[in-house]
């Protein structure tokens, strides 16, 4: 093959000789170069290497692991907070219920969430529940009755 002066503005002179030097390669070389395989053979120096990134990977998802754990007992430390303060919110909510009037506390029994009815009724002392049952509207009354004994089969009672 013939060498072939080639110029790049942008290149110089040294990637000039470096390509002069890659086309001037003789068909047999570039035959072995292309015929030669791209990973090294077993038991060379890559094995070795390739333990090392391995290792490197480990330490890297053990350093992760690590501070994932510590972001979940963050998250447990918080969630028992909020759950002891959602605990302490319930016991006073109960409390203004127990204290109110009967009537009054049935007549916003009647249309609040079922689920906060349940919590409060499960957390009432019964015979103050059962005062403000009286005045519960009777459908309500019957849906409550049937989430506290847990009968799912019951459901739609009242009607």
Do not use: H, W
């Amino acid at each position: 093959m013939n060498k072939t002066r080639v110029r790049f503005s942008f290149c110089g002179g040294m990637a000039a000789l470096l390509i002069l030097s890659t086309l001037s390669l003789s068909p047999e070389a570039s035959a072995a170069s292309s015929a030669a395989p791209a990973t090294s053979p077993p038991g060379s120096g890559s094995s070795a290497g390739e333990e090392r990134r391995l290792l490197l990977m480990k330490q890297d998802l053990d350093r992760e692991i690590q501070k994932n754990k510590k972001i979940l007992g963050e998250i447990e430390k918080k969630l028992a907070l909020y759950q002891s303060l959602k605990k302490k919110n319930v016991r006073r909510l109960v409390r203004l219920y127990e204290s109110m009037a009967p009537r009054t506390a049935a007549s916003q029994i009647n249309v609040m969430p079922e689920s906060l009815r349940l919590t409060l009724f499960s957390g009432m002392n019964p015979r103050k529940a059962s005062r403000i049952m009286r005045y519960v509207d009777p459908r309500v009354a019957a849906k409550i009755s049937v989430e506290m004994a847990g009968d799912s089969s019951a459901r739609g009672g009242g009607r």
